[in-house]
């Protein structure tokens, strides 16, 4: 859909610029006069080449996402066509990227494509998950049950992401506030107090000795060893993009002492809450495990919803492979047996998700708890390595006189 640069007026005289989304012109102009605004130019920009880098730079978060989607949900079940609420969101939204996006869907829309198929044009936004409960919701033609559906699913992953960002932001402060104080006592603090034990020739213990070799070290080499760091973090970013090394490093995160139980608790829940929300949509059992697989975003998570969708369709029980697996809590496969058994899978996998985001919720409270004193601890052994290689060194010179 074409993007329009304008330049208007509001009542009060004052000049206004800024982008609008129109299927033409005529339509771009009529959105502004509602505004208020009296045009004074309007050209289409859609292809100049700061247009094109507001939308590589400006990205779709969740939380617009989680907005579009509940936004959506409430005009279609009031009945609005589909067109016409796309449209309006694309004025409501915020986002400019999004803008831009929804004004593409609404105007295949309205050409004659199904949503579900236009949404699918935006890969880069809109995942697989999404476009197949839209899909699902069409086929059945319960579009306004879906899209709530949709949205609550996506507001409590939204939340649950959003907790774990919040509970990391204290601990991440806290480290980066003690390398960085480390690193000026290092460069600029300890030469001073460590040259007055130098010049008295006197033996010094091995600590003093490690903490003027490292701060000499630091003062010299500083650029190498920020060198080393960003090189060491390129090297580890191509190597997590590897098959290889994204499947060690998502082995390491569920073998991690506390965190491990943490992360295998999200990607269960991710995964009975993205397949429970598939098969309440309507989408059959092997379509769901394939979409879900992806959406769990481990793979050693993946390869098990893979082996499980294989084991289906040889004709085994959704919970044999799971069963046989390591990284699974027994009660999982358990519930998933009687939910099969009773024909209320659907049910089942609500509970065990609810139960896991409970879990979730309080390991992550509790982690909060854990690392403060743990925290503690570290800039206690900090301190005192600095005693005992500064201060007790200058103590005992200052009592030789």
Same mark, same amino acid.
């Given at each position: 859909?074409?993007?329009?640069q304008?330049?208007?007026?509001?009542?009060?005289g004052?000049?206004?610029?800024g982008k609008?989304?129109?299927?033409?012109?005529?339509?771009?102009?009529s959105?502004l006069?509602?505004?208020?605004?009296?045009?004074?130019?309007?050209?289409?920009?859609?292809?100049?080449?700061?247009?094109?880098?507001?939308?590589?730079i400006?990205r779709v978060?969740?939380k617009?996402?989680v907005?579009?989607?509940?936004?959506?949900?409430?005009?279609?079940?009031?009945?609005?066509?589909?067109?016409?609420?796309?449209?309006?969101?694309?004025?409501?939204?915020?986002?400019?990227?999004l803008?831009?996006?929804?004004a593409d869907?609404?105007?295949?829309v309205?050409?004659g494509?199904?949503?579900?198929?236009?949404?699918?044009r935006?890969?880069?936004?809109f995942?697989?998950?999404?476009?197949n409960?839209i899909?699902?919701?069409?086929?059945?033609?319960?579009?306004d049950?879906?899209?709530n559906?949709l949205a609550?699913?996506m507001e409590?992953?939204?939340?649950?992401?959003?907790?774990?960002?919040?509970?990391?932001? *204290?601990?991440?402060?806290?480290?980066c506030?003690?390398? $960085?104080?480390?690193?000026?006592l290092?460069?600029y603090v300890?030469?001073?107090?460590?040259?007055?034990?130098t010049?008295?020739?006197?033996?010094l213990?091995?600590?003093?000795?490690?903490v003027?070799?490292?701060?000499n070290?630091?003062r010299?080499?500083?650029w190498?060893v920020?060198?080393?760091?960003v090189g060491? $973090?390129?090297?580890?970013r191509?190597?997590?993009?590897?098959?290889?090394?994204?499947?060690n490093?998502d082995?390491?995160?569920?073998k991690?002492?506390?965190?491990?139980r943490?992360f295998?608790?999200?990607?269960?829940?991710?995964f009975t809450?993205s397949l429970?929300?598939?098969?309440?949509? $309507?989408?059959?059992?092997?379509?769901s495990l394939e979409?879900?697989?992806?959406?769990?975003?481990?793979?050693?998570?993946?390869?098990l919803?893979?082996e499980?969708?294989?084991?289906i369709?040889?004709?085994?029980?959704?919970a044999?492979v799971?069963?046989?697996?390591?990284?699974?809590?027994?009660?999982?496969?358990?519930m998933i047996?009687?939910?099969?058994?009773?024909?209320k899978?659907?049910?089942?996998?609500?509970?065990?998700?609810?139960? *896991?985001?409970?879990?979730?919720?309080a390991?992550?409270?509790?982690?909060?708890?854990?690392?403060?004193?743990?925290?503690m601890?570290i800039?206690g052994?900090?301190?005192?390595?600095?005693?005992?290689?500064?201060?007790?060194p200058? *103590?005992?010179?200052?009592?030789?006189?």
């Amino acid at each position: 859909m074409p993007i329009y640069q304008y330049r208007a007026e509001d009542k009060n005289g004052r000049s206004k610029t800024g982008k609008i989304v129109g299927l033409n012109d005529k339509e771009a102009e009529s959105k502004l006069r509602k505004k208020d605004l009296a045009v004074v130019s309007l050209k289409e920009a859609g292809q100049s080449f700061w247009i094109k880098l507001s939308l590589l730079i400006q990205r779709v978060r969740s939380k617009d996402l989680v907005i579009f989607s509940r936004q959506f949900s409430v005009m279609i079940s009031a009945n609005m066509p589909v067109v016409e609420s796309l449209m309006i969101l694309v004025d409501q939204t915020n986002n400019f990227a999004l803008k831009s996006i929804v004004a593409d869907i609404a105007l295949d829309v309205d050409s004659g494509a199904l949503l579900s198929d236009a949404f699918a044009r935006q890969p880069q936004v809109f995942s697989a998950f999404f476009v197949n409960i839209i899909k699902s919701g069409e086929t059945s033609g319960k579009l306004d049950e879906v899209l709530n559906y949709l949205a609550d699913e996506m507001e409590k992953n939204y939340d649950m992401v959003s907790k774990i960002k919040g509970a990391m932001v *204290y601990p991440v402060f806290i480290i980066c506030g003690l390398v $960085g104080v480390g690193l000026i006592l290092m460069v600029y603090v300890i030469p001073n107090l460590t040259s007055i034990l130098t010049e008295t020739g006197l033996a010094l213990p091995w600590s003093t000795r490690v903490v003027i070799w490292t701060s000499n070290f630091l003062r010299n080499f500083l650029w190498l060893v920020i060198l080393l760091l960003v090189g060491a $973090g390129f090297l580890l970013r191509f190597y997590l993009k590897t098959a290889t090394g994204r499947r060690n490093f998502d082995l390491l995160k569920i073998k991690l002492p506390v965190f491990g139980r943490l992360f295998k608790y999200i990607y269960l829940m991710r995964f009975t809450r993205s397949l429970n929300t598939l098969l309440k949509g $309507g989408v059959t059992i092997t379509k769901s495990l394939e979409i879900t697989a992806d959406v769990v975003r481990n793979e050693i998570f993946r390869e098990l919803i893979m082996e499980t969708l294989q084991s289906i369709k040889d004709g085994n029980p959704l919970a044999t492979v799971f069963e046989d697996s390591d990284y699974i809590p027994k009660m999982v496969p358990q519930m998933i047996s009687v939910g099969e058994r009773s024909g209320k899978i659907e049910v089942v996998l609500e509970k065990i998700s609810d139960f *896991y985001t409970r879990e979730s919720s309080a390991m992550l409270n509790n982690l909060s708890t854990i690392m403060e004193p743990l925290i503690m601890v570290i800039m206690g052994i900090g301190v005192a390595i600095m005693v005992a290689a500064v201060i007790l060194p200058m *103590y005992n010179l200052g009592q030789q006189f």
